[in-house]
């Protein structure tokens, strides 16, 4: 694999801290964009320091909604809050990270005759009507609800991607993303795996929303990366389903968590919020057929590390 300049927006997130990783250990060199809004340079932990004196990683304090002009030869479009806790926060700045700050990436990739690679979510497919979801599925999504700032921003940076690559011959690759968790997650992202393990950890009971019917499949952060790098790295365009199809439902997640912490668990409910999905599994026959990829880390495995990672996390907050 040649050695090329590779550019990742939200490159100190949680998803994206890992990903400058795994490019920087395949020898490319890597440009971090943020602006740590939710991420932040701690993620990239006691790796920093030897990947700037490398010579090879940059990390750069910017916002997509504003230009930029990097010389790359690949882009990692990353950058846009993903917990509803963190999108709903300022709904409008989200949008324009979605839409203006794709519309910008999209200029500089043209511009700089390279490939882009946009982030895209399972939250394109709404709360579905079809199960599993496949990639030709054009979903059930409210276009005016508290979540619409995300899912119908990242539906709009999909249709920038597809007009791009038609009208101007743009390479370019869609994944959808669904769940995944693992280390570098934040303590207060909102999302469930997050929210479940700091509860459990806390001594608090684990707030499940409904009756805990509703499902999930979760995929651990490196399954993810590898699907990304697949994907960038082949002929396809997408878009993509990346993931994990074990389905499970929030109880069942319950169930793995107090194997993971070792003793039963409290639970307290609430009202379902509004247009969150009730199933959410993706058909992984595209990514299994075109891209040979696999999730490897079992649900069991994954918890674990990811416990793990939050008793640290926790003690560090605490201090």
Known sequence: MSRKTILVTGGAGFIGSHLCLRLFDEGHRVICLDNCFTGSIDNLGERYREMVLSGRFEFVRHDVVDPIKIEVDQIYHLACPASPVHYQHNPVKTIKTNVIGTYNMLGLAKRAFGRMFQASTSEVYGDPAVHPQPEDYWGNVNPIGI???????????????????????????????????????????????????????RGEPLTVYGDGSQTRSFCYVSDLVDGF???????????????????????????????????????????????????????LTKARTLLGYEPRVSLEDGIRRTVDYFKKALAVSAS
């Open 229 to 283: 790098v697949r994907l960038m790295n082949s002929n396809e365009t997408g878009p993509i389903n990346l993931g994990n199809d074990r389905e499970l439902t929030m109880l069942e997640l319950v169930n793995a968590i107090e194997k993971a912490v070792g003793r039963k668990l409290a639970v307290t409910n609430k009202p379902l919020p509004q247009d969150d999905p009730k199933q959410r599994q993706p058909d």
């Open 147 to 201: 979540r619409s700032c995300y899912d119908e921003g990242k539906r709009v940076a999909e249709t920038l991607m597809f007009d791009y690559h038609r009208q101007h011959k743009l390479e370019i690759r869609v994944a959808r993303i669904f769940n995944t968790y693992g280390p570098n997650m934040a303590v207060n992202d909102g999302r469930v795996m997050s929210n479940f393990i700091c509860q459990a950890l």
